[in-house]
């Protein structure tokens, strides 16, 4: 009532602003105190929040109730009463129109704290598509990347499917956001299929904006494809179209997606340029899930160059942002980068805590995929602690893995779990068994025209003919290599090449071709140092070092080459190929 709203406001005028046309205090002082002597506790806190939830409850419907009756709801804690408001399709489109970044944060907050699920609540829409077809864009675009894939995609199916009979102009966006779908449950074939349809109808309808995000959804198919010039020839495409368009999130996205194939084509200085970029296009946005992502992929580069505690501090921004968002899936993907520098630098126990809480995390979201990674990292970390000691255990964790590709159809996944299998079995021994995964796998890598699994693939090859030792073995490893090595030069896969090179170099030596040996490894040094990764560097440094000992006699070049792998590795922090080299003091 304004005779006690009047006094009391020209007593505090002062000590308020207004904004947005609503009041709150000017300074944070005042409502610490003011909490403090009316609300000390949770409980009345969540009191009051319910009862500013009842008041808007009955008021009209307008934008104010849409802003305030769910975040009421969600400060005190209603997760059932919150998700039965949202499963209310009118209300939640009210929502989705207004304010659809607060619907995503809601049903995220619902299924943080409750069992109620998103596709229970809008089951009608699922069940029924076409009869709730104004509902559908809402739904689908609400279960985009979620754990709710299967779901997304028959939704997008039927959209796309009603765009097509309608002559829709928003088609293109339906087939594009299918794409998206069919890539977060691993149908690479289908996604391209839908995502060329799509580029098709924007570049007739000359809808750029439209084209550029399918473009950059092609992109992401072809990268997890390891299809890096095809890939990058469409971001080629892409750039160009953004600049007239003044969209910050789609110039954050094309910045995004070129230093991942800069990354994956080894390339590492300058897929962090590019990161960097990208890291701060998001600030200026304000988009804390996509600088969480973008961070890891800043650790991850640090992570292959060796540089582990930089990658560490990295990882804990991102995780910082991930939990403070409420970001579950980020939250896993930090968990998954922190337990591979853990696992690096030989800290397993830590790298095992930190994946145990990343299975819970992925049990808690039902997230499949993620628990099927966690499971094949888990088994490659107690194999490295434990080796046969827990060869049941970790073959165990290796057949959970294998049992959730095939039930995603996840043939990228399988080829991992085939890999680590054929690692696993090698190691152990067991060299005919690893030799018949990779053969599986390497059938695998040529079906989908994976040249990345198929190089590495070539090389688990040649490691395990050169151990085995049996006549003949010495030349398959060379042929593989030699392929491998083709594969490599082809894609643009630099550290791969290195590797290789590194590899060929064994080969050469053990057939009594040292001066073979020689190039491969100056070689592989000089892509180390190109692309700016020192651990490499260093190896292949300390490796020539030992050959021009062993093989020519030449202590004082060796000596000065492992005089040259000891300062690098001292001056990049990596202690534990100093302890090495100096270990092996043979000049």
């Not at 400060?75 to 659809?100: E, G, H, I, K, M």
Request: aromatic letters at 6%; hydrophobic letters at 40%.
């Amino acid at each position: 009532p304004h005779a006690a709203w009047s006094p009391l406001f020209l007593a505090m005028a002062d000590a308020l602003v207004s904004r947005g046309g609503l009041w709150t205090f000017a300074h944070d002082f005042l409502r610490r105190a003011t909490r403090a002597a009316y609300l000390p506790d949770e409980s009345l806190q969540q009191q009051a929040h319910l009862r500013l939830g009842s008041y808007f409850e009955r008021q009209p419907a307008s934008l104010r109730q849409i802003e305030e009756l769910p975040w009421q709801l969600n400060a005190a804690r209603q997760y059932s009463q919150l998700s039965s408001l949202l499963a209310d399709l009118d209300f939640s489109l009210r929502v989705w129109n207004t304010r659809p970044a607060d619907l995503r944060f809601y049903w995220g907050e619902i299924e943080r704290h409750s069992i109620r699920r998103m596709p229970d609540a809008y089951s009608p829409v699922l069940l029924d598509p076409m009869g709730l077809f104004k509902y559908a864009w809402m739904v689908g675009s609400l279960l985009l990347n979620t754990p709710y894939a299967s779901q997304a995609t028959d939704l997008w199916n039927a959209i796309a499917h009603q765009g097509r009979a309608a002559n829709s102009k928003n088609l293109g966006r339906a087939l594009n956001n299918l794409g998206a779908s069919l890539l977060s449950q691993g149908r690479p074939d289908e996604a391209e299929t839908a995502l060329n349809q799509a580029l098709d109808i924007f570049e007739a309808a000359s809808d750029y904006e439209g084209l550029v995000s399918a473009l950059l959804n092609h992109v992401n198919s072809l990268v997890n494809g390891r299809h890096l010039d095809h890939a990058s020839r469409l971001l080629n495409r892409a750039e160009p179209l953004i600049r007239p368009l003044q969209a910050p999130a789609l110039t954050a996205r094309v910045t995004g997606s070129r230093a991942r194939i800069l990354f994956a084509q080894g390339l590492q200085q300058e897929a962090l340029t590019k990161a960097a970029d990208e890291e701060r296009l998001y600030q200026q946005l304000e988009d804390s899930q996509s600088l969480a992502r973008c961070l890891l992929l800043q650790a991850e580069i640090h992570l292959r160059s060796g540089n582990y505690d930089r990658a560490l501090t990295i990882t804990e921004r991102s995780l910082k942002r991930s939990r403070e968002a409420y970001d579950d899936a980020g939250v896993a993907l930090g968990l998954s980068c922190r337990s591979k520098v853990f696992w690096r630098q030989g800290m397993h126990e830590e790298a095992l805590a930190t994946l145990r809480e990343q299975e819970w995390i992925s049990r808690r979201r039902a997230d499949v995929l993620d628990l099927a990674h966690c499971y094949g990292h888990q088994a490659m970390v107690i194999w490295e602690k434990w080796a046969q000691s827990a060869f049941a255990e970790v073959l165990e964790l290796l057949d959970k893995q294998q049992g959730l590709a095939k039930q995603l159809q996840d043939l990228g996944l399988l080829q991992t779990n085939l890999n680590n299998r054929a690692v696993v079995l090698q190691e152990s021994g067991h060299l005919d068994d690893a030799l018949r995964c990779l053969d599986e796998k390497e059938a695998l890598s040529r079906r989908m025209n994976d040249r990345v699994a198929l190089a590495t693939c070539l090389g688990n090859r040649a490691a395990v003919f050169l151990r085995r030792g049996q006549e003949g073995d010495l030349s398959r490893a060379e042929s593989c290599l030699e392929e491998k090595e083709r594969i490599c030069v082809a894609a643009g896969l630099q550290l791969e090449l290195a590797s290789c090179l590194g590899n060929r170099a064994l080969v050469a030596r053990a057939r009594g071709r040292p001066d073979d040996a020689r190039t491969f490894l100056a070689r592989a040094t000089s892509i180390y140092r190109q692309v700016g990764n020192p651990r490499g560097e260093a190896i292949s440094l300390f490796n020539h070092a030992l050959l021009e000992c062993h093989q020519f006699g030449d202590r004082e070049k060796a000596r000065c080459l492992l005089e040259s792998a000891v300062a690098l590795a001292e001056k990049c922090g990596l202690q534990d190929l100093v302890a090495r080299f100096r270990r092996s003091a043979f000049c």
